[in-house]
């Protein structure tokens, strides 16, 4: 009875384990396919929610509804014109056919594998196949100018392609090689393109050199223009001084003019006015022509000699 109620109960466990196999519950995000002995059977599961399979003996294969990103390895290529860059790209892909992606590919993994075979493979021939240029732009264009050092920029070299072109071009032939493998490239885009080393260098030092370039036109415009405001201002400063000279002259010949009129009137007023004003201006002339070093020899009809007797 014992071994009856054990076999029971181990039964039931079993039963239970293959019940609960037998299930399985679909995400909305995911798409999958039951495998048995791994070969596809069932077709397609996509509606979202519980779904069953044979226990044991069936498997099931989970793939992504959603899109899915691509990062290609930064890869050093030469474009047409021969010049090295540095060429990082990403994409966007999405499985739309499940039962051919797991035929073919079997999981993700294989699927990003074989898209870094063909995106860096259709990158590097489209890169090689076009000039700097035209990967580097989209569209010709008038470059608007603001400065007068950069007049030389006036104008850009015409593209033939472009890059929003290229990327297209790579798009496409990505999409082809895709065909049988149950996914499709959604976009494609250059992330980073970059010169290597030695050529980044090399544009480097013509920067350098063209900015140096700039700089001595600025400092030569900046010398020339400080030299022509030294110039104003030393004409100015003449022409100030010359007027200043001027109206002293004018301001002291009318004061000479009025002190003479007053001399003068004054020499005409009397006799004592006049023996006064010629005192006065023998006074004058002694100061300014002795000192208490200076010797003289005058005649006794001097006007001096009467003026220094008269005092002694």
Do not use: C
């Amino acid at each position: 009875m014992k071994t009856k109620q054990i076999l029971i109960l181990v039964l039931a466990i079993v039963a239970s384990i293959l019940f609960f196999n037998s299930m399985f519950i679909l995400d909305e995000t995911k798409q999958a396919i039951v495998t048995q002995f791994g070969r596809p059977v069932g077709g397609l599961k996509t509606t979202p929610g519980l779904h069953f399979k044979v226990p044991i003996i069936q498997k099931v294969q989970y793939f992504d509804k959603r899109y899915l990103k691509w990062d290609g390895d930064p890869n050093q290529v030469p474009t047409q014109d021969k010049k090295f860059i540095h060429v990082d790209t990403y994409a966007r892909w999405q499985i739309t056919d499940p039962l051919q992606f797991f035929i073919r590919l079997k999981d993700e993994r294989s699927g990003q594998s074989r898209l870094d075979d063909i995106l860096d493979g259709e990158t590097r021939n489209a890169v090689a196949s076009y000039q700097l240029i035209d990967i580097v732009r989209s569209s010709n264009r008038k470059p608007e100018v603001s400065e007068d050092y950069l007049q030389d920029l006036e104008y850009l070299e015409d593209i033939t392609v472009g890059r929003a072109k290229i990327e297209a071009m790579i798009l496409e032939r990505a999409n082809e090689r895709t065909k049988d493998l149950g996914i499709v490239i959604l976009d494609f885009r250059f992330k980073r393109l970059n010169y290597v080393d030695e050529v980044r260098r090399r544009v480097y030092d013509r920067m350098i050199s063209e900015r140096n370039r700039i700089a001595e036109q600025f400092r030569s415009e900046g010398q020339g223009e400080a030299r022509k405001i030294e110039g104003d201002k030393e004409r100015d400063l003449a022409k100030i001084r010359s007027e200043a000279v001027k109206e002293s002259e004018i301001i002291r010949g009318r004061a000479d003019a009025r002190a003479t009129s007053i001399y003068a009137n004054a020499y005409n007023r009397s006799s004592m006015s006049r023996e006064l004003y010629s005192f006065l201006r023998a006074m004058e002339a002694l100061e300014k022509s002795f000192d208490n070093k200076t010797s003289i020899i005058l005649t006794t009809d001097s006007e001096l000699y009467k003026y220094l007797k008269s005092l002694r």
